[in-house]
């Protein structure tokens, strides 16, 4: 019975390949180009991988560097990343769509591909809706209709690559008919079976120097424009200061990387890795078509960062030793590729830099601070007291990694000093000054939560309520217009926008009306603090604020009880040292992931070779990204002088409101605490 169902199947899958090729005759024969079309088959086809091509952009950029405004353009070499093939550059796509045609077969290719990007099309109907397009035009005409004739048309071969692995052994699978996956590893538990996509960890990486290219010939005007850029962000911060000494053209990264779902109803989750430009000023920095994306894992299973980061780490450190170029209208100019930080949450943190979980001993990456066991609450705590300060260096942990993978036995890890292994991600970030605190998800998701959980614990529900009602009778600008849907008491379930709203802007009134003196008085420190480290003006204003944060976590346990010291509070006392180096904390987040999750996800369809799916339209984005983004002009007024003319009328009762509040507020919040700390 079961050789006659098998037989019966194989008679169908005949007549059903002999009908798809009848098909494609009859759509040949009709459109009588030379454009091929592509099977339903080929469409869903995973990614092959394609020999890189470079393409025709621009227009000319200046330097990179908001600093410089000299383009040297005199001493550059071919580039030596990506050969160039010369029939795709003389390519003439200029000839009009059809016979007396006012539009090019490459301005009607742009346009339909800036369409089925913005309304997020999938590439089957993609297909089908060129076909229906090519029935209605003139004959002859030299619309494609296939995703090889489309790349064709744009100049350059589509360069996202996907391998397939074997969810239990990390191996790379075989590719079976119809597109099913095969393992054949004696020694791998899913072996000589055609495997589930569930057990198979799709990984996708992609062209960074084109799309580079693309973001920078797009964003020229807002380049070497320097009142665009806030006096705190990271290009003056002292390593960017340090490292772009002399160096002209310099691109710099800042790479993320997080997990997120996927689809609806999936097992999988996908973890991205892309890449922000320095040299873009904000908030053009963190828009969505201005991120490089590097590689994406999908998988129902955490990445392991050696064997997803490999080939993105190899390109990155060819593109940083031996440089390239890029083209822009017709110009080549040569770049020089540096890093600036890496940045995630606690979590990703740890899984990408191999080192012991954020809620263990020694699990600070900036001192060597050990930790204690609280028995009373259960839980790992960095008493300030106790902390050991010492600096962690990229020796010491270079070392510790290597004696850590030695003493590895069959898969189970060994921690030397904290750290479980080496990372390939420290082949391209030194350890730890560019391995840096998300303050978003320390600050806002972490600390801020449990701040006002234990407020809740110490207060009155009247007090809670009254909060509450506070918070929902706000009246905000509409850039700042966030609700409150949540009670304090649920802080935990406040998205980070909400938490940055009230540390930043509404908590201190707030707490100073309804809480006790001596809590709202301690978080008054904490939000001047935040809001200093979010954008400080000096040298001198990051110490004194580094000393006044050391006061807050010295405090804190006295104020609430041993179980907020945890690691999320021992990190705070590193952020003045992150600020210097990297500039302010409000550029030192990971705020464009969420965007960049957003356009990724829309880009998922189906439930099959996702990774392929999302890579094609990014590339695709890639190559029609060349319309130059306009430079912003000033719209408001950012601040009033004293002497200001307008303020001629205020200027007496506002000498007088001075003159009668005029005392050291720090001086007077800590005499403050002592007082009441010894009461």
Not at 110 to 126: A, P
Not at 288 to 311: A, R
Not at 611 to 623: F, P, V
Not at 669 to 679: G, L
């Amino acid at each position: 019975m079961l050789r006659f169902k098998s037989s019966i199947s194989k008679k169908k899958i005949k007549a059903r390949e002999l009908q798809r090729r009848q098909q494609r005759e009859t759509l040949n024969h009709l459109f009588g180009d030379s454009d091929t079309i592509e099977s339903d088959d080929e469409i869903n086809a995973d990614s092959q991988s394609a020999e890189r091509e470079p393409i025709k952009l621009s227009p000319s950029i200046p330097s990179c560097l908001p600093s410089h405004e000299v383009m040297n353009n005199e001493n550059y070499q071919f580039d030596n990343v990506h050969p160039f093939d010369d029939q795709l550059l003389d390519m003439d796509n200029s000839r009009p769509l059809f016979n007396g045609s006012s539009i090019t077969v490459k301005k009607a290719v742009d346009q339909l591909c800036s369409f089925f990007t913005d309304f997020n099309i999938n590439k089957s109907t993609v297909v089908n809706l060129l076909r229906i397009i090519k029935i209605f035009l003139p004959k002859p005409n030299q619309l494609p209709t296939s995703w090889k004739g489309i790349v064709k048309v744009l100049g350059r071969a589509s360069t996202p690559r996907t391998t397939f692995l074997c969810s239990s052994c990390l191996k790379q699978c075989e590719k079976g008919i119809y597109g099913t996956k095969l393992y054949h590893n004696e020694k791998c538990s899913l072996k000589n079976r055609t495997m589930k996509s569930t057990e198979i960890v799709e990984l996708v990486h992609l062209d960074i120097r084109a799309q580079i290219q693309a973001i920078l010939a797009s964003n020229q005007l807002l380049l070497n424009r320097k009142d665009l850029y806030p006096m705190t962000d990271v290009c003056f911060g002292e390593y960017y200061r340090t490292q772009s000494s002399g160096t002209i053209n310099r691109v710099t990264l800042i790479i993320h990387t997080d997990v997120a779902p996927l689809v609806k109803l999936s097992k999988q989750s996908i973890w991205p890795c892309f890449a922000s430009l320095v040299e873009l000023p904000p908030p053009a920095r963190d828009y969505q078509k201005n991120i490089v994306l590097l590689s994406l894992w999908i998988s129902k299973l955490k990445p392991d960062p050696n064997i997803f980061l490999q080939e993105t780490i190899e390109e990155l450190k060819s593109l940083i030793n031996a440089g390239t170029s890029i083209f822009i209208n017709g110009q080549e100019y040569e770049i020089t590729l540096r890093t600036q930080y890496f940045v995630s949450d606690l979590p990703a943190k740890v899984l990408f830099c191999k080192t012991i979980n954020f809620n263990g001993y020694s699990a600070c990456s900036e001192c060597c601070s050990t930790g204690e066991w609280n028995t009373e609450n259960n839980v790992v705590v960095y008493p300030f007291t106790r902390n050991n300060l010492t600096p962690r260096t990229h020796s010491t942990y270079l070392n510790a990694a290597k004696e850590a993978q030695t003493k590895s036995i069959r898969g189970k890890a060994v921690s030397i000093g904290a750290i479980k292994g080496l990372s390939t991600l420290l082949q391209i970030f030194e350890y730890p000054c560019q391995i840096v605190f998300d303050y978003m998800h320390l600050v806002y998701l972490a600390h801020v939560p449990s701040l006002i959980k234990c407020w809740c614990q110490n207060v009155d529900r009247s007090v809670v309520n009254s909060i509450d009602a506070s918070l929902n009778q706000l009246r905000l600008p509409h850039n700042l217009n966030i609700p409150f849907l949540e009670s304090v008491s649920n802080a935990g379930q406040w998205k980070a926008k909400n938490s940055r709203l009230f540390v930043l802007n509404v908590g201190v009134p707030i707490v100073t009306l309804h809480l006790p003196r001596l809590l709202a008085s301690h978080f008054l420190l904490y939000s001047m603090v935040v809001k200093i480290f979010h954008a400080p003006e000096s040298i001198e204003e990051i110490n004194l604020t580094e000393q006044v944060m050391n006061y807050y976590c010295k405090t804190a346990p006295l104020i609430h009880n041993s179980s907020i010291e945890i690691f999320s509070l021992h990190a705070h006392i590193h952020l003045a040292q992150q600020v210097r180096r990297h500039g302010g904390l409000a550029h030192t987040s990971a705020s464009a992931f969420e965007s960049c999750i957003r356009f990724i996800q829309k880009k998922a369809h189906g439930s099959k070779h996702l990774g392929a799916q999302i890579s094609y339209w990014i590339d695709l984005q890639t190559m029609i990204q060349t319309q130059p983004v306009k430079a912003p002009t000033i719209a408001a007024i950012n601040e009033i002088k004293w002497l200001d003319g307008r303020l001629s009328s205020y200027q007496a009762v506002l000498s007088d409101q001075v003159a009668s509040y005029k005392f050291d507020v720090y001086t007077h919040v800590v005499s403050i605490y002592d007082s009441n700390i010894s009461s």
